[in-house]
């Protein structure tokens, strides 16, 4: 380690690792710092005990792009997309609605759902494909436009003008900016498919199917959709994280674990590393945070070192956490009512209406939980058996919409909500309850403590569209630079925002790359 | 963060305040041409502009500065806040001295100036010309610091002239003679306590003498009590004005736009830009506008605000500068007077530089009156790099006594 280093990543996630790997692979000296004890973030495989083991804080996700499988060789280090799953929308009386890619399969469907729905499908997945400009590259800048940004937007118009053709165009405009609430009550009658939909539409972010812009961060998820069908991680050497690893090693990265980042060093407005929590020193000319862009910027950077209108905006960055996690160990395998067992390899929601997520996301408003939360439910041992000692189960659950904040406070009330949780499980699958041998529950506060994800938001910041594109994370933050010279952005906070698909990572190395900062 | 109230219940039905002093110089206006200055009254001239513009360059002027914005900034981060508010570099500045700063925002354009009182370890006063509340809360993001008006909690009286060590000595306030510019000293008038600075918008000897506002009457009748030959006027802002240009002292907000106060793009001015570069010190360590500074100092300047003397007795008024007599329209006057101590006509402008030079030959042309007749006229400028008057006795410590 007496070789120079050429940039410091702040942070293991999946993005900064394969921003680690494009720069690696391009010739630089990089090491990667990480607080925690394994490299993956929210997507590194966490274990309950001795024998139980879950694929992480993230458990269902698109395939990544082939940009980054052939660029990163990720095949060859063993990364291998699941199998394609269904998601299945539960009923409380057991009529339960099987959502596959084009197609629906229950009881009491009307004719016009089950025409439309494919139809509906094929017509959002041209929507993202226009979008696809916009997002697998670094985001236009209006003010002071170079020939790559003037090129994004011209083939972003190109893409909805021509690509959409006129008609779809009036539509696509027409929805682009309203609610998923009022677009899905046009189309359909069923609640079932209408509540799956629009939890799709809102999970991981604190809106309900009636805010503004849920059209937008649904379609923002179907950008994933066109790398592949959405399959559960199961853990493992497929896992995406296992192969970046191993990939961003063999290209030279270093990867320095329990390793915490105090600060950012700067001397007269450039950065030249990093100071350890230890008191030690790292330098380097390039610094790219992978941290959430609240912390990078008040608590990495400190707004000594900050113009003071820009330090009061990074305070400011819209992003509080709804979701919490719920991983089971379980000593069988649970009997939904009106479920068969194979059906269980699929996502199960309990999104029965899009009444039912709009009043579970109004109580989190309030700082209160729902008796009725949204919940996100897989069963990973189904996928590899590995997970769970032999007839044993782990379950993963993601609970919508769980307040930062909330009255009574959590160390009071985090037992009695992840009770809640389980009686509503239990109102679906009767024996759950009996099956459980182990459970830990993951409140926002605790992902913000663990992840270091701030107000514990997965994406680092609302995706909402006043913090998208050239707007992410902050006005004078976008394109991944910061104002500090040679300190980039790398994470879910910068465009195109958070998923398991590394674009924010990549789109950084190649700004990196370009900068002319690189060696 | 508290915002005291200290203002009536029922104060809209009085559109200008009172300062404490206010009693005092109602008695002596004979004039009553009042104006606003900060929601409170204050006179444009008292008695006789002539006697109070001679008051400051051969006397002693007083004027009531209690309008003027005050901030007190407290706390463990009070410095840090400061040095990162602030272009230029305060490691120099100590308890019980004032130093004159300038802050810009992110875009490195000027939002106010003023001066900085450092009273004790981690206390400080900011006075400046416009309201600052809002600017200075929302910089104290990351701050430990804490940020409170002070403007109606404190009555201050500005003694400037050459007179004036004298005039406020006789008056009772001793520990001045050692007071160099830019000092404060904590000192008493009779029974009450007083804080003196020696600072002054004037570029005259002169003092700030601050008191509580319950205490204020005291202080002015011990200061117009000083009988004999000090010649102790009271003033207005129209000999402010007067005297300030000659000082060579800009007005943020009348001699260019400030920033976050403008629409446009370029309607606000960088410090480089109204003359304020020797304030900015580009290699102290951050500061709010820092790299669009840094940028701007790589490049040729685009415009300064200039000070002119103007030849001719004509009065300017509002005038556009041209680069050669009928030349290419450069710049506009922004204020002017007519100097008696200097006989001269003068002003400061707002002139575009062509190639990061000011033109070699600057013309003003502008239109005065005869007897209601309207004339143009051309006058030839002579741009000054230095302040148009600027007399020793300003800064000699001890003063000279009279």
């Known amino acids: 380690m007496t070789d120079r280093i050429d940039a410091i990543i702040i942070g293991a996630g999946h993005n900064g690792l394969v921003c680690a790997g494009y720069l690696a692979r391009a010739g630089m000296n990089v090491v990667c710092l990480e607080s925690g004890d394994a490299a993956g973030g929210m997507a590194a495989p966490r274990t309950l005990g001795e024998h139980y083991h879950f694929p992480g804080l993230a458990h269902a996700a698109y395939p990544v792009s082939a940009a980054i499988r052939r660029d990163l060789k990720l095949d060859r280090f063993g990364y291998v997309p699941g199998d394609a799953i269904n998601t299945v929308s539960l009923d409380a009386d057991g009529q339960h609605l099987t959502i596959a890619a084009n197609s629906i399969v229950g009881e009491n469907i009307s004719a016009s759902d089950e025409r439309n729905y494919p139809v509906f499908r094929k017509q959002y997945l041209a929507f993202a494909k226009a979008l696809r400009p916009l997002y697998e590259n670094q985001p236009p800048r209006l003010k002071n436009m170079g020939f790559a940004d003037t090129a994004t937007l011209a083939k972003l118009g190109w893409n909805i003008r021509m690509g959409l053709g006129r008609e779809t165009m009036y539509e696509f405009l027409r929805v682009a900016a309203i609610n998923i609430y009022d677009v899905l009550n046009e189309e359909f009658d069923d609640d079932r498919l209408k509540g799956a939909i629009a939890a799709d539409a809102v999970l991981g972010s604190a809106m309900g199917p009636r805010t503004p812009g849920t059209v937008l961060t649904w379609l923002q998820r179907l950008q994933g959709e066109r790398n592949g069908p959405m399959s559960l991680l199961s853990g493992g050497r497929s896992q995406l994280v296992h192969a970046l690893t191993q990939s961003a090693e063999d290209a030279g990265v270093t990867i320095r674990l329990n390793t915490h980042v105090a600060s950012i060093l700067i001397e007269n407005g450039k950065t030249f590393g990093v100071k350890l929590s230890n008191g030690d020193m790292v330098k380097a000319n390039i610094v790219i945070s992978n941290a959430d862009p609240r912390s990078t910027f008040s608590r990495l950077v400190g707004a000594p070192q900050l113009d003071a209108m820009f330090a009061r905006r990074a305070t400011q960055i819209r992003g509080s956490g709804v979701v919490a996690k719920l991983h089971l160990a379980l000593n069988g395998l649970p009997e939904f009512t009106g479920l068969e067992d194979s059906q269980l390899r699929g996502r199960l929601l309990i999104a029965p209406s899009m009444k039912y997520i709009e009043q579970a996301f109004n109580h989190s408003k309030y700082n209160e939980c729902s008796e009725n939360p949204l919940l996100e439910i897989t069963i990973p041992s189904l996928h590899n058996s590995a997970l769970a000692p032999d007839g044993h189960h782990v379950m993963s659950i993601n609970i919508a919409f769980v307040p930062y904040e909330l009255d009574g406070g959590w160390d009071e009330q985090k037992a009695i909500v992840a009770y809640k949780v389980i009686s509503q499980l239990g109102r679906y699958a009767p024996n759950l309850k009996s099956l459980i041998v182990d459970h830990e529950f993951l409140t926002p506060r605790d992902i913000e403590e663990q992840f270091l994800a701030v107000r514990g938001h997965w994406h680092h910041g609302e995706l909402s569209i006043h913090q998208s594109f050239m707007m992410r994370p902050l006005h004078g933050a976008a394109q991944y630079d910061t104002p500090i010279d040679g300190l980039f952005l790398c994470g879910a906070g910068s465009h195109p925002g958070g998923g398991l698909n590394g674009l924010p990572g990549q789109n950084a190395a190649r700004r990196i790359l370009k900068s002319g900062r690189a060696k | ?402």
């Open chain 2, 1 to 402: 963060m508290t915002f005291p109230l200290t203002i009536e219940p029922e104060h809209f039905r009085q559109a200008l305040q009172r300062t404490p002093f206010h009693d005092r110089i109602e008695a002596l206006s004979s004039t009553e041409v009042w104006t606003g200055w900060n929601c409170y009254k204050v006179p444009r001239v008292v008695e006789n502009l002539a006697a109070e513009y001679f008051a400051v360059r051969s006397g002693c002027a007083v004027m009531d500065l209690t309008p003027m914005e005050k901030y007190r900034i407290t706390g463990t981060g009070a410095r840090e806040f400061l040095d990162r508010l602030v272009t230029r570099d305060i490691t120099a500045l100590k308890p019980g001295r004032v130093t004159y700063v300038v802050w810009c925002n992110d875009d490195g354009k000027v939002i106010d100036d003023g001066t900085l009182f450092q009273l004790t370890q981690d206390d400080y006063r900011l006075c400046s010309q416009h309201h600052q509340l809002d600017w200075l809360l929302m910089s104290a993001t990351g701050f430990n610091v804490q940020i409170r008006t002070e403007t109606h909690d404190i009555a201050a009286l500005a003694v400037q002239g050459p007179t004036s060590y004298s005039v406020l000595t006789a008056a009772g306030i001793e520990g001045l003679g050692s007071l160099k510019p830019f000092g404060i000293v904590d000192v008493s008038c009779g029974d009450i306590a007083v804080t003196v600075s020696r600072t002054g918008y004037t570029g005259d000897l002169g003092y700030e003498v601050w008191v509580e506002p319950t205490d204020a009457l005291q202080l002015w009748d011990a200061i117009f009590g000083v009988q004999g030959r000090y010649n102790v006027v009271a003033m207005g802002l129209d000999a402010l004005e007067m005297v300030r240009i000659e000082a060579g002292f800009i007005m943020p907000g009348f001699d260019f736009n400030t920033a976050e106060a403008t629409i446009r793009d370029s309607h606000d001015r960088s410090p480089y830009e109204v003359g304020l570069g020797w304030v900015v010190n580009l290699d102290k360590g951050h500061f709010t506008g820092r790299k669009a500074l840094l940028l701007e100092e790589s490049k040729p300047i685009k415009r300064r605000l200039t000070k002119l003397i103007v030849d001719g007795n004509k009065p300017v008024g509002e005038a556009f500068i041209y680069a050669g007599k009928n030349g290419k329209q450069i710049g506009e006057v922004k204020c002017t007077t007519w100097s008696p101590v200097l006989k001269s006509n003068l002003a400061l402008a707002d002139i575009d530089y062509i190639n990061g030079r000011l033109p070699a030959e600057l013309w003003a042309r502008f239109d005065y009156q005869v007897e209601l007749k309207w004339h143009t006229a051309w006058a030839q400028c002579h741009a000054q790099s230095k302040p148009f008057y600027n007399p020793d006795h300003r800064s000699t410590t001890p003063p000279n006594r009279f």
